[in-house]
């Protein structure tokens, strides 16, 4: 149980395009989703909190406009990483919390990885 | 959130115990401390949590010292799968967000 997807899990664009990434919990309602992007190398950084039915909040540093969060049904958000440039090359990973999966541990899905070249 | 300190790394011979330490001294009292682990190239998987009793699982086995600040995350029995960084966690009940730290590198050699 408590299974997260994502899709695509690499992809690759030229710079100036805009790439979305879908999250899905599989087993179960996810009330809230969750956005972190990483660095080779580096920790995960909280991106942003996905609400469904409400707007995103995002972490301080963290552009809404560059990166756009939907979630439009309690097993679905998406990231669109708009105009995307070398520079937002990263590996993103979702997660979600929700009914059905234990509601104060968050479930992780494999990961994006995105190359803007 | 309280912030956690973790050694960036550790060995581990294979089928031998592997014990990761976590520093929380800034813990508050609703604070609960999480382990996560994160193989390469893959999302991080969830290992165990608990407030303040020790708390076992199939997976590992979670210390938390009488003071509530420190734990120890216990593998049991390593294997070589379990070479990952293990990340050590304390998130408000309630409040939903986690903010990784660095983490440890379990290394499990043969």
């Known amino acids: 149980g408590a299974v997260v997807s994502q899709h695509p899990s690499r992809v690759i664009c030229k710079s100036g395009t805009s790439v979305k990434i879908e999250c899905r919990s599989l087993?179960?309602?996810?009330?809230?989703m969750f956005w972190y992007r990483q660095f080779p190398k580096q920790s995960l950084m909280l991106m942003a909190t996905?609400?469904?039915?409400?707007?995103?909040?995002?972490e301080q540093g963290v552009e809404k406009d560059k990166f756009l969060i939907n979630h439009a049904s309690l097993t679905l958000s998406t990231l669109t990483v708009t105009s995307a440039h070398p520079e937002d090359s990263s590996f993103y990973i979702c997660?979600?919390?929700?009914?059905?999966?234990?509601?104060?541990?968050?479930?992780f899905g494999p990961g994006t990885r995105l190359t803007v070249l | 959130d309280a912030k956690t300190t973790q050694p960036p790394s550790m060995d581990c011979a294979e089928g031998r115990a592997a014990n990761l330490p976590c520093n929380h001294s800034?813990?508050?009292?609703?604070?609960?401390v999480y382990w996560y682990r994160q193989i390469h190239s893959q999302g991080p998987q969830y290992i165990i949590h608990?407030?303040?009793n020790n708390e076992t699982n199939e997976m590992a086995s979670l210390i938390i010292t009488e003071d509530r600040k420190s734990s120890t995350l216990i593998l049991p029995h390593a294997t070589l799968r379990d070479t990952a960084v293990y990340y050590c966690?304390?998130?408000?009940?309630?409040?939903?967000?986690?903010?990784f730290g660095s983490g440890t590198k379990l290394n499990v050699k043969p």
């Open positions: 997660s979600a919390r929700g009914q059905g999966a234990g509601t104060d541990t968050q479930y």
């Open positions: 087993d179960f309602q996810a009330t809230t």
């Open positions: 996905s609400n469904e039915g409400s707007k995103a909040t995002y």
């Open positions: 800034t813990i508050s009292g609703n604070e609960y």
């Open positions: 608990g407030l303040k």
């Open positions: 966690i304390v998130r408000v009940l309630g409040v939903n967000k986690f903010y």
